[in-house]
């Protein structure tokens, strides 16, 4: 079949692959100092952020995204209390961050300030939290804030950043890594968003994985699981320890979490981390 | 962007999403008695076969498909020597399943002749093993040659069919699942394909495990996995046995398994056995 007008189109260059929402309307479009933002509302999605052509998140599915860009990471850690966000100016990840009651801190920096305004006005369910006394929102380069950061003093990293095109791309870059490390506390953690096994592995995990190995990092471990909206449907997160192996988290804690999930559990972080075989030995254990 | 004449679109009706891949060429295309087989050379993912608009397989990402309908069920019977494979006529879970050493009879039955026909022709990397002396393809309705088997004779009853509609309805019915409980010996199991987890959940995993339980069988257990070209990306296989805990398998032998997988291994199977939190308690523990 063919699909008119009525639907939102993101097609990937180089892999003749395309993924499309019907959508109602178009409820805003604008374009940003940095990237051309859009907000669809779909027929069975909910609302639909894009960004540059690019879907970043469903209203349907951006819950498998962003538990697992945090809850691996955050049961990694041995006692999460300050965390710092790159990106994620959509605040889903925020959100899921501050669920956790031993943080005392989330600091988020997010280059386009206009992202997390659309988000408040568009998808005010992730962005509910975002009065919590214990966060920061910044509206800066993170490469910047990341370089002027004393060393040591953050537990937890998470880089919730588009795809390592445009202002995003130095955000895969070794010398950044290599900051990264140096402002983490000895046990911390990085997760790292690092897109589709399938689409990515030799272009962006396998570089990614060298990256990390250089910059300092314990073996890295890549997590993955489902997110239909993204290109091929399947996704990843990478996490990587200041000298802590990232394949044992607090399970128990996990297991008995205070806080609502609609896919992440005790049960499929374990999962998470199994390597499929095509990855094996190219991706560590 | 809208996508022109160049690819082939499969929407799903009722969910408003869609999934494409650019062609080259079609290279196949007839009407069965039972349903209309295409095939296409897409641009990045090898060839495409589609029955009905709908894909049934690329090259590029059917192992994840196939080695997830077989390996699971067969490292989980204690030793299985007999297994049915109801539809499967494109021969790529047979191939799976030849892989198994202690397998010594397959007999798969697919209603439609054609399927197969087109899948040597165009496919044969995956019918290459149909010479086997061990298996043999009948081509006839599945749920008759059910009901004409004798009791407790089968170790693994695979049902590898299209969406529960068209020829394939009567495969996720009760009548037809008590007929394979009938079948299958003590510690008999069925692996039955069961739609993706995001869009089936109350339309077809929920009654699909209560008719299961009204069948006879012991608690099943729905594994999911990523099919990026099946709608949504994410898709799932449910096992259910004759008297025994599909949530246990031979680890050992999956790990010390002869034969070259690309996504299964020891880990990926009990990765794909954790239920996310959104179908726990429904879909069991």
Redesign the interface.
């Known amino acids: ?3 008119d ?1 009525n ?1 939102f ?3 990937v260059p ?9 959508i109602k309307q178009r409820l805003h479009a604008e374009r940003s100092p940095y990237q051309r933002i859009e907000v669809f509302e ?4 909910g609302r639909l952020m894009v960004i540059d ?1 690019c879907v970043m998140l469903t209203e349907r ?1 951006n819950f498998l995204y962003h538990e697992m860009m945090v809850h691996p990471a955050l049961f990694t850690h041995a006692e999460p209390r300050s965390v710092l966000i790159i990106g994620g100016g959509d605040c889903g990840t925020l959100q899921q961050v501050l669920h956790h009651p031993n943080v005392e801190r989330v600091i988020q920096v997010e280059i386009d300030e206009r992202v997390t305004r659309i988000a408040e006005r568009f998808f005010p369910e992730l962005t509910a939290m975002n009065g919590d006394p214990r966060c920061e929102l910044r509206f800066e380069d993170g490469v910047e804030l990341v370089r002027r950061t004393a060393d040591v003093c953050v537990d937890v990293v998470i880089i919730d950043s588009t795809d390592p095109v445009g202002p995003a791309r130095n955000l895969f870059g070794g010398e950044f890594l290599r900051q990264v490390h140096r402002v983490l506390q000895p046990g911390g953690i990085l997760a790292q968003q690092s897109e589709s096994p ?1 689409l990515h592995r030799q272009s962006i995990l396998e570089p990614l994985h060298r990256s990390l190995a250089q910059a300092g990092f314990s073996p890295p471990a890549t997590l ?1 699981f ?1 997110v ?1 909206s993204y290109p ?3 996704w990843s997160c990478t996490l990587a320890g200041k000298a802590c192996d990232v394949r044992e988290f607090r399970h128990a804690a996990a297991a008995a979490r205070a806080f609502p ?5 005790e ?2 972080h ?9 990855c ?1 030995g190219v991706l560590g254990a």
Do not use: C, I, K, Q
Not at 14 to 22: D, I, T, Y
Not at 261 to 265: H, I, S
């Open positions: 079949m063919t699909l007008e639907w189109t993101e097609a180089g892999e003749g692959v395309a993924f499309s929402l019907r779909t027929a069975h999605w052509g599915d399938l993955s489902p239909p091929s449907g399947w999930t609609r896919y992440y559990n049960e499929v374990r999962g998470a981390l199994a390597l499929p075989e095509f094996r």
